[in-house]
């Protein structure tokens, strides 16, 4: 027994010194572990070696105290690796704080704790199994963390590295490598698809003959269908939202209020509120019933998978009515490939390449991915179960890719500076953006007849939601500028959200671009809203920063 114990204080002893040692090393390191350096743990460790020590230790002496003191010795290690484990960097939750100075870290410590409570609190509400969100402040990465898991099964805690399906924020990259094509002058945004794509055939709208180009697909006004086969039906329902948007705002506008993120804290105050958000739930539960969602079938390339939706009539006239449409950015990378001359994907991966997203790649099932979660969803008894098996190579440039919060977070900052070049008169030792200062500017700038259903306060510019700035009356409500883009797929939600910030001053006297906060928020779990949030914490990383 005396040798067994004699074994356990050497282990300790071991784990001790290192302890201190992480205390001593994170004095002088900015990404904090926060190791104390006197822990209870330890002090009872002590305490009870020197009891040990105590002891006599002659063949005949009593066997009852290092009996004992084994007990207590284990009963402390114990102790210890838990505080460790609790307190460092290595459960289900890691962040990477930046390391500020002063009340500048003091802020952005204080936004991270309200953030984090948010978080938790929308995780817990919807039940999702994981959750990762990023945040920047002025380009610089202030927070990163992953809460719960990423595989249920084998209890793999998400992680800031956690790779999870990015569903329709594809669609903004897409734009992006569109915008790029365009400047180059290698694509026409007002010319007929058919002429990158004659595989497509030219349509007619009520025995009319009408134009599909580039732009209308963009901003979802191609009048080609999304998931929903049936013309009829989606013509009821937009009708249906057109005549509830704007007794959605004589509502808001009267109790002065507007509609709260349900994030668990107080209830609806007014019935159209509530019935708006139900129906709301209820149309993403339908999407989500759609057949084309969980399909099965690989598409060795983009032309193949034309065939799904090429032959449908259209819905809408094209250019006069907003109609959400994966399908309308399918047909844009046919596009892409034609005006490249590389296959969609190949192109995709050098833009990734050149923007430093190396962690976003197609959601083909084959690779080994490092660090991809899984992906779940409710069944009808209300448990959490694996999303079934799906293919995504139909939809690839409308949400067929994988990605980090990290990457998210670099191409909303990368957007940012290409957007924010515009207003800067002394371009001296700044780097070119991305893309050109007018060309941003013309992505971030809403479109006519684009008022969409999940944002009162957006319409669509061309790949992204566009919220413009507002300030009508003194005191009340001040609507900031920022762009965002969610996402939805089968065992996946996401978002990315770009706030602008609002200039009080020269934008020559406001120190290096970008300017503003990026927030990229992703779970493994579907049918999830998650904007709300994102602009939440947006905002009280903005207020931490002006601080």
């Not at 249920?152 to 790779?163: A, D, G, I, S």
């Not at 319409?459 to 005191?475: D, N, P, R, S, T």
């Not at 900031?480 to 996402?487: A, D, I, K, M």
Request: charged letters at 25%.
């Amino acid at each position: 027994m005396s040798q067994i114990f004699s074994r356990s204080c050497t282990v300790f002893n071991i784990t001790y010194r290192n302890a201190r040692s992480c205390s001593l090393l994170a004095k002088s390191s900015r990404q904090q572990w926060q190791c104390r350096k006197a822990s209870p743990a330890a002090a009872v460790w002590r305490r009870n070696t020197r009891l040990f020590a105590s002891q006599p230790s002659a063949r005949g002496a009593s066997r009852v105290a290092p009996v004992w003191l084994c007990v207590l010795g284990v009963g402390a290690g114990s102790l210890l690796l838990l505080w460790l484990r609790n307190d460092g960097c290595t459960g289900d939750l890691c962040e990477c704080e930046h390391a500020g100075k002063g009340d500048q870290a003091l802020g952005f410590r204080a936004a991270v704790a309200q953030s984090r409570d948010l978080l938790r609190r929308i995780k817990d509400e919807v039940g999702a199994p994981g959750i990762v969100v990023g945040v920047s402040v002025d380009g610089h990465s202030i927070w990163c963390e992953g809460l719960g898991y990423g595989d249920l099964e084998n209890r793999v805690p998400c992680r800031p590295e956690t790779v999870m399906r990015i569903a329709s924020i594809s669609k903004p990259l897409t734009t992006a490598a569109v915008a790029r094509l365009y400047e180059q002058g290698h694509l026409d945004l007002d010319a007929p698809v058919q002429k990158y794509v004659p595989e497509f055939p030219a349509k007619q709208f009520d025995g009319e003959d009408v134009t599909i180009t580039t732009r209308m697909l963009l901003s979802h006004l191609s009048g080609i269908r999304h998931y929903e086969r049936d013309a009829e039906r989606v013509r009821e329902e937009k009708i249906k939202q057109t005549l509830r948007l704007p007794n959605e705002r004589k509502t808001e506008e009267n109790d002065g209020k507007g509609k709260q993120e349900n994030d668990g804290k107080g209830k609806q105050e007014n019935k159209p509120t509530s019935k708006s958000k139900k129906d709301k739930t209820t149309q993403r539960k339908k999407e989500f019933e759609q057949e084309e969602y969980y399909l099965k079938e690989h598409f060795e390339n983009i032309v193949q998978a034309l065939d799904i939706f090429k032959d449908d009539p259209l819905i809408f006239k094209p250019g006069t009515t907003f109609l959400y449409s994966t399908h309308a950015f399918t047909l844009l990378s046919a596009v892409v490939e034609r005006a490249s001359g590389q296959p969609f994907l190949d192109h995709m991966m050098e833009m990734f390449r050149k923007l430093g997203m190396l962690n976003t790649v197609p959601d083909e099932n084959d690779p080994i991915i490092y660090h991809r979660s899984r992906f779940y969803h409710f069944d009808k008894k209300g448990r959490v179960v694996n999303c079934p098996y799906v293919d995504n190579s139909y939809k690839w440039a409308g949400g067929g890719f994988l990605s980090t919060v990290g990457d998210l977070v670099q191409f909303g900052n990368v957007l940012l500076y290409s957007y924010q070049m515009a207003h800067r008169k002394n371009k001296e030792n700044l780097l070119p953006g991305f893309l050109k200062s007018q060309t941003a500017n013309m992505l971030w700038t809403p479109v006519e007849n684009t008022q969409v259903s999940w944002n009162k306060d957006g319409q669509y510019g061309m790949g992204w939601l566009v919220v413009e700035k507002q300030h009508k009356y003194g005191q009340c409500m001040n609507r900031r500028h920022y762009v965002s883009h969610t996402g939805g797929a089968v065992g996946a939600s996401s978002v990315l959200l770009v706030l602008p910030r609002d200039p009080l001053e020269s934008w020559d006297e406001m120190g290096p671009l970008p300017q503003g906060v990026v927030v990229a928020i992703i779970t493994n779990m579907q049918s999830v809203g998650l904007e709300k949030t994102a602009l939440k914490i947006a905002q009280e990383f903005d207020r931490a920063r002006e601080a």
